[in-house]
């Protein structure tokens, strides 16, 4: 699970409300479905910055509450402000953030937050008319809005929010501020929710580096060219320091992780599952037991390697001489969750998945280090599914957790079994997503990115070297370069997808970039004000997830 960081450091601000979304719907269901079904068995994946946003959500709602300390997240704001916007701009701005989410499986299921909704798209063609919207109808979608986010598990165990949705209209300001606590609670159990899990044994935490960076593009951008040979790369031929701050990026996620978790992580999932051999060389030297990408990487390995796939695959390989095993995701069986079953019935989509498990226990019966990795992104999937996923996850669980020949279980608990890494003399450069890097370079938009990223790196690097860093200022610095290294600007440049996305992560991009030359004391380039790609997509999924193979 993962989240960039929305944060603006300089006016202390959330740009997007995404980490807090995700929190009170995704994060809390995945663990309270996890708790109610016994020999239910996970690997739960949390980037650093995501805990770190938590963690301050968490204190901010709490502050807000005990001393009235302003709320930082701007729709989080508004749903218990007492004098919500009365401008035709901020009114039409806060209207279509109440509708960014699934209309067929978070609006339409709510009859009076889809009167809302209906009534929202009227504006559109009427926009004139905005002026004349009462401030009750605003704060019954922000309401509303925030009800749909909770997760299926809240909205069928705790009673405050049963009277919220039965109440229907009408919320006072008493309400929001209860609805408010409810998100608060929510928020500050996610992170004592999974850790106990964790010591119950019912999960294993693994970590990604601290703001998630796609590690082989910081240590050798030409490694883009093992799966793309015609790709086009940046001018910035390779990235300043790349070996050190893919040290500090792994160093800092380690102690974030103990500080949230109490231990060591032993698995590492590398952002994006983006991997050569040089990447796990280092995650190996930082102390990691295991590792994991897509299944797309191990094929084209494979053929490099000479090594004909096989009636198995389904086992943790050795690259060269590495320590580090390494698991290789089922694409298919991955993708089906993912992007399929959402339209199934829950127990059809369940036995399905089960079946396709027993063809590959009884395919691989000979090998006795058969596992099968089924990894996908943990929050986007299931707001395409009825009740997020709640019907089919706990029949998954509950299925599964019974079944006479396949076995839930964790990575660190397959190696500690016995079950044993084979040899994989060569890895080509990839990411689980199509098995190469064509989703964060070698697009003239994306290239763009990454040369305004190597000359922030540069004033950066002069900053520190002439000494103006210390102190707080060198901690802030160090960060706010981290944030800045993140997949995600990347992940959304491009044509293909769809324009308000785009125009999000490359203005929040550049104002991140921005912010990284004020505090190492340099002055921002004119490129910064300039736009660097424009969206007119329409991908599946809104182009939050992507599948692992292209066709």
């Known amino acids: 699970m993962h989240q960039p960081n929305y944060l603006d450091r300089e006016s202390g601000n959330y740009q997007l409300p995404w980490t807090y979304l995700h929190a009170i719907k995704d994060y809390v269901d995945m663990a309270a479905i996890i708790e109610m079904t016994e020999g239910a068995r996970a690997v739960v994946n949390f980037a650093p910055t995501l805990l770190e946003q938590i963690e301050d959500y968490a204190a901010q709602?709490?502050?807000?509450?005990?001393?009235?300390?302003?709320?930082?997240?701007?729709?989080?704001?508004?749903?218990?402000?007492?004098?919500?916007?009365?401008?035709?701009?901020?009114?039409?701005?806060l209207i279509k953030a109440c509708l960014r989410a699934n209309p067929e499986r978070l609006i339409d299921?709510?009859?009076?937050?889809?009167?809302?909704?209906?009534?929202?798209?009227?504006?559109?063609?009427?926009?004139?008319?905005?002026?004349?919207?009462?401030?009750?109808?605003?704060?019954?979608?922000?309401?509303?809005?925030?009800?749909?986010?909770?997760?299926?598990?809240?909205?069928?165990?705790?009673?405050?929010?049963?009277?919220?949705?039965?109440?229907?209209?009408?919320?006072?300001?008493?309400?929001?501020?209860?609805?408010?606590?409810?998100?608060?609670?929510?928020?500050?159990?996610?992170?004592?929710?999974?850790?106990?899990?964790?010591?119950?044994?019912?999960?294993?935490?693994?970590?990604?580096?601290?703001?998630?960076?796609?590690?082989?593009?910081?240590?050798?951008?030409?490694?883009?060219?093992?799966?793309?040979?015609?790709?086009?790369?940046?001018?910035?031929?390779?990235?300043?320091?790349?070996?050190?701050?893919?040290?500090?990026?792994?160093?800092?996620?380690?102690?974030?992780?103990?500080?949230?978790?109490?231990?060591?992580?032993?698995?590492?999932?590398?952002?994006?599952?983006?991997?050569?051999?040089?990447?796990?060389?280092?995650?190996?030297?930082?102390?990691?037991?295991?590792?994991?990408?897509?299944?797309?990487v191990l094929s084209n390995s494979l053929q490099k390697s000479g090594i004909e796939p096989g009636a198995c695959h389904h086992h943790p390989f050795n690259v060269a001489e590495s320590d580090i095993a390494c698991f290789f995701r089922d694409d298919g069986l991955s993708d089906m969750i993912g992007f399929t079953y959402a339209d199934w019935h829950g127990d059809d989509a369940v036995n399905n998945m089960v079946h396709h498990l027993e063809n590959i226990a009884e395919a691989c019966k000979e090998n006795e280090n058969r596992v099968v990795s089924i990894i996908l992104d943990g929050e986007n999937a299931w707001e395409y599914y009825p009740e997020n996923g709640y019907h089919f996850l706990t029949a998954l669980y509950a299925k599964l957790a019974e079944h006479e020949s396949l076995e839930l279980t964790t990575f660190s608990d397959v190696l500690a079994s016995g079950v044993k890494s084979e040899p994989l003399p060569q890895m080509v450069a990839g990411s689980w997503v199509y098995g190469s890097f064509s989703t964060w370079i070698g697009e003239a938009d994306k290239n763009r990115g990454w040369d305004l990223l190597c000359d922030a790196k540069k004033a950066f690097d002069e900053a520190v070297s002439s000494g103006r860093l210390a102190g707080d200022e060198l901690y802030q610095a160090e960060r706010q370069m981290a944030v800045c290294e993140g997949s995600d600007w990347f992940w959304w440049f491009g044509d293909y997808n769809p324009a308000d996305s785009v125009r999000d992560f490359d203005r929040l991009f550049r104002l991140q970039l921005a912010e990284l030359y004020r505090i190492v004391g340099a002055t921002a380039p004119e490129q910064l004000t300039q736009v660097i790609s424009h969206g007119t997509g329409q991908p599946a999924t809104g182009g939050v997830m992507r599948r692992g193979s292209e066709h």
């Open 61 to 93: 709602i709490k502050s807000y509450l005990k001393s009235g300390t302003p709320l930082r997240d701007p729709l989080l704001a508004a749903l218990v402000s007492t004098a919500l916007p009365s401008g035709e701009e901020e009114r039409v701005t």
């Open 109 to 296: 299921p709510y009859p009076h937050f889809k009167i809302l909704a209906d009534l929202a798209h009227c504006l559109d063609d009427t926009p004139h008319a905005v002026p004349y919207i009462s401030g009750q109808y605003l704060t019954d979608l922000l309401v509303w809005y925030h009800l749909a986010w909770l997760g299926e598990t809240v909205r069928r165990s705790d009673k405050r929010v049963k009277v919220l949705m039965d109440r229907e209209r009408g919320y006072s300001h008493q309400e929001r501020l209860q609805l408010l606590e409810i998100i608060g609670e929510l928020i500050e159990g996610v992170i004592p929710r999974y850790r106990a899990l964790a010591e119950a044994g019912k999960i294993e935490l693994s970590v990604t580096p601290y703001a998630h960076p796609i590690i082989p593009l910081l240590l050798d951008i030409n490694s883009t060219h093992d799966a793309m040979p015609a790709a086009h790369l940046p001018v910035c031929s390779s990235y300043p320091g790349g070996e050190q701050r893919v040290q500090w990026h792994l160093r800092e996620g380690v102690e974030v992780f103990k500080r949230c978790f109490g231990h060591e992580p032993a698995g590492c999932w590398p952002s994006e599952g983006a991997v050569s051999s040089a990447t796990l060389e280092q995650i190996a030297k930082a102390g990691f037991k295991w590792a994991a990408t897509g299944e797309n």
